[in-house]
Nanobody, 124 residues
């Protein structure tokens, strides 16, 4: 059983930065893909960023390219989402997710394990 715990959300002004963390317990992320999704009020959950645990592949939604970076710290079994130049339309609950294997890493329904979510609010 993999448990994912997110942290780092909060309230920030537009153009500010936040770093989200996703830490796994129960096993290491080795061999897994890890992604961030988000859900804004009244909208469906959408893909934000994903990476394979090994440095094989990363992918980003067009709306966050150049502003967000997904990275990892293997010593802490943690994946980060560095979010810069935040905009009000980035406001959402951000979820970390993990799945074994390196295929279809942008597809939400492929992910087996989910964190509880962390709120990010960007004020104008």
């Amino acid at each position: 059983q993999v448990m994912l715990v997110e942290s780092g959300g909060g309230l920030v002004q537009a153009d500010g930065s936040l770093r989200l963390s996703c830490t796994a317990s129960g096993r290491t992320f080795s061999g897994y893909a890890i992604a961030w999704f988000r859900q804004a009020p009244g909208r469906g959950r959408e893909f934000v960023a994903a990476r394979t645990w090994s440095d094989v592949l990363t992918d980003y939604a067009d709306s966050v390219k150049g502003r967000f970076t997904i990275s990892r710290d293997s010593t802490k079994n943690t994946v980060y989402l560095q979010m810069n130049a935040l905009r009000p339309d980035d406001t959402a609950v951000y979820y970390c997710a993990a799945k074994p294997g390196y295929n279809r890493i942008t597809i939400m329904t492929e992910y087996n394990y989910w964190g509880q979510g962390t709120q990010v609010t960007v004020s104008s």
